[in-house]
């Protein structure tokens, strides 16, 4: 069985719709994936429909923007919550605001050096409703002719180092873990040792987030080092986490192809267990 757990779509910054995300999966061979928009459950319910015309199993899911006190981003996948949670909702909604303010203010900074504009980023590079994030501002540097892929972009103009990036409110690993569980949800942690992209968190950060429930740790991603993945499978192993394996799908976004990590079947098997927020579509297993 393949089974992938981690994609975007056009709902946050994935360049598909959720539905071609959903067909995609079935044409690369997938039997289970999950869609976990940054911030967003918007695209679930088109996902649910085109999973079942696909003939597929899917997981909804969602992937929640956290930071530390120190400034370190964290990003925690969500499975099975329940969407209408008061709680994790108006943490998520805070949070989407203050991701709003800030690409506005970064774009005004960085259209004194390029030629870009609030409106264009809005209007050609950020779907209806989507959850904005710095992948929009560089899609709309891509189309200016500054770089010439998300990835220039990133390295170059947008990362974290440059006068251009502003950052924005997040909640807390914890309190985002606590806050999962208390909406019947799943709490995974993203590309935990993701070095290449930035500071990572350290054992204290680990030790409050599985004191506040952490559920799982997603280890074969790609960007996550072999020696990383090692550390991570001693930490599941001494604290009974399931362990996850997934692409982080972003269409054309993103290098990363749908299938290239997956999920055993035993470890869906857990999150199914814990999940009670929601519920799934798998086709023979458990009906939407």
């Known amino acids: 069985m393949m089974i992938d757990l981690h994609t975007h779509s056009t ?8 539905a071609a995300v959903m067909r995609a999966a079935a044409a690369a061979g997938l039997d289970v994936v999950a869609l976990t928009d940054h911030d ?5 319910e088109v996902a649910y429909d085109a999973a079942a015309e696909a ?20 990003h925690l996948l969500s499975y099975l919550h329940d969407p209408a949670h008061p709680g994790l909702l108006a943490e998520i909604d805070k949070a989407r605001d203050a991701r709003m ?14 030629p870009i504009a609030w409106s264009e980023v809005t ?4 779907g209806h409703g989507a959850t904005i994030g710095r992948p929009h501002i560089a899609d709309a540097l891509v189309a200016a002719g500054v770089v010439a892929d998300r990835s220039e972009a990133f390295a170059q103009i947008l990362t974290a180092h440059s006068r251009y990036y502003v950052p924005h409110y997040a909640p807390d690993p ?3 873990v606590a806050l999962v569980r208390e909406a019947g949800g799943v709490p995974v942690f993203a590309h935990p040792v993701a070095s290449s992209r930035g500071r990572i968190v350290g054992d204290v950060v680990f030790a409050q987030m599985i004191e506040a429930g952490l559920a799982g740790v997603e280890i074969d991603h790609r960007d996550n080092p072999e020696a990383g993945r090692q550390k991570l499978r001693r930490i599941a192993a001494r604290h009974d986490l399931l362990i996850t394996g997934s692409s982080d799908y972003h269409g054309t976004g993103k290098p990363n192809r749908l299938g290239e990590n997956t999920t055993e079947p035993d470890m869906l098997d857990r999150i199914l267990a ?11 297993r458990l009906a939407r």
């Not at 709902?11 to 959720?18: F, K, Y």
């Not at 967003?40 to 679930?44: D, K, L, P, Q, V």
């Not at 814990?274 to 023979?284: I, R, V």
Request: with cysteine.
């Open 11 to 18: 709902v946050s910054d994935g360049t598909e719709p959720p």
């Open 40 to 44: 967003s459950t918007a695209g679930w």
């Open 55 to 74: 003939g597929i199993g899917f997981v909804p899911g969602m992937e929640v923007t956290c930071r530390t006190v120190e400034g370190i981003s964290v």
């Open 101 to 114: 303010t800030r690409a506005e203010r970064m774009v005004e900074l960085l259209a004194e050096d390029f």
């Open 123 to 126: 209007t050609n590079h950020l």
């Open 174 to 176: 914890a309190t985002a």
């Open 274 to 284: 814990l999940g009670t927020g929601t519920k799934p579509y798998l086709p023979g």
